[in-house]
């Protein structure tokens, strides 16, 4: 079952027009063409709409696909995973279990040393806290994934 959104109206305001698109509306951001898909420095990614950590960059994998990939979120708790069979494909819909916000899907063609996953996720419907930024954004909690990865 899909999980209310926040306000529309404060989220209109609060988030860029390509933001509100993927995360409210389910739209997909271009290809190559976002702000992580080529981004490895160590930190924390959350979800644009309810801050909550969904993703750390020790689990972020070069696919090729033009979107970050993960290889797992931080807990299977975070996400929820619903059919998609849109544009005549079956695929899995990946939505933050918070928010409700679309992050994109899950595909079974990751690295099998990672578990085989693919969590291949819009930017848009990201933010990035980098590790040294972690602790002072309130996410510090979490530095103990990232430590071997520093």
């Known amino acids: 079952m899909r999980k209310p959104l926040r306000d529309d109206q404060e989220l209109r305001q609060r988030l860029t027009a390509r933001q509100y698109k993927v995360a409210v509306c389910g739209a997909t951001e271009p ?6 898909c080529d981004h490895w420095a160590p930190g924390i990614y959350v ?4 801050g909550e950590p969904l993703f750390i960059s020790a689990d972020k994998f070069e696919s090729g696909c033009g979107w970050p990939a ?8 975070l996400l929820d995973q619903l059919p998609d069979d849109s544009y005549g494909r079956a695929r ?20 099998l040393e990672r578990g085989g996953q693919r969590y291949c ?4 419907a990201l933010r990035f806290i980098p590790l040294e930024g972690m602790e002072r954004e309130g996410y510090g909690a ?9």
Not at 31 to 36: A, G, I, L
Not at 121 to 124: C, F, G, H, K, L
Not at 142 to 150: D, I, Q
Request: proline share 6%; aromatic share 10%.
């Open 31 to 36: 290809p190559f063409r976002n702000e992580y």
């Open 47 to 50: 979800d644009i709409i309810s």
């Open 70 to 77: 993960f290889s797992k979120p931080i807990t299977d708790a």
């Open 92 to 111: 899995i819909e990946v939505r933050a279990s918070g928010s409700g916000a679309h992050l994109g899907h899950v595909f079974q063609d990751g690295p």
């Open 121 to 124: 996720i819009n930017s848009a």
């Open 142 to 150: 979490w530095k103990s994934l990232l430590e071997a990865e520093a």
